[in-house]
């Protein structure tokens, strides 16, 4: 499983400017951002080299953090790819709560992310289907 920040912000002009400034700032590598918004306050979802670290730090500047456990799965870089693990899940009666796609820089492939219920059971079936779990 990987390690995810969230972190809940105002959805003002430079908000993300602040965060990314204040990570990059403390030598933490940022992988992935993904953001989701509403009217007033949004949430950004990132990957990072140092979790616990940009945590403290982003909640010692007055963000609402957390950390959260997610499974990142490897897929092909290939038409249908996301289809055909959404399937495997679907058939396997597993729930996502979330999805997005990065790319993993290890394998350089693109890197399924998605926060659901019951990890073991979901590695597991994932596994035994022939995907490659982060």
Do not use: H, W
Not at 2 to 16: H, L, P, R, V, Y
Not at 70 to 81: A, K, L, N, R
Not at 108 to 124: F, S
Request: charge should be negative; glycine fraction near 6%.
């Amino acid at each position: 499983m990987i390690k995810q920040i969230s972190i809940f912000t105002e959805n003002k002009k430079g908000a993300m400017l602040s965060i990314s400034k204040a990570i990059s700032d403390a030598g933490i590598d940022i992988y992935n951002v993904v953001t989701n918004d509403s009217a007033e306050f949004g949430m950004v979802r990132m990957l990072v080299t140092e979790p616990e670290k940009a945590e403290e730090l982003l909640t010692s500047l007055g963000y609402m953090c957390r950390i959260d456990r997610v499974i990142g799965v490897e897929i092909p870089d290939d038409v249908g790819s996301l289809t055909t693990l959404l399937n495997n899940l679907y058939s396997s009666n597993i729930n996502i709560d979330y999805l997005y796609v990065s790319y993993s820089r290890d394998s350089k492939t693109p890197l399924a992310v998605m926060k659901v219920q019951g990890y073991a059971e979901v590695e597991e079936s994932l596994k035994s289907r022939g995907y490659n779990i982060v």
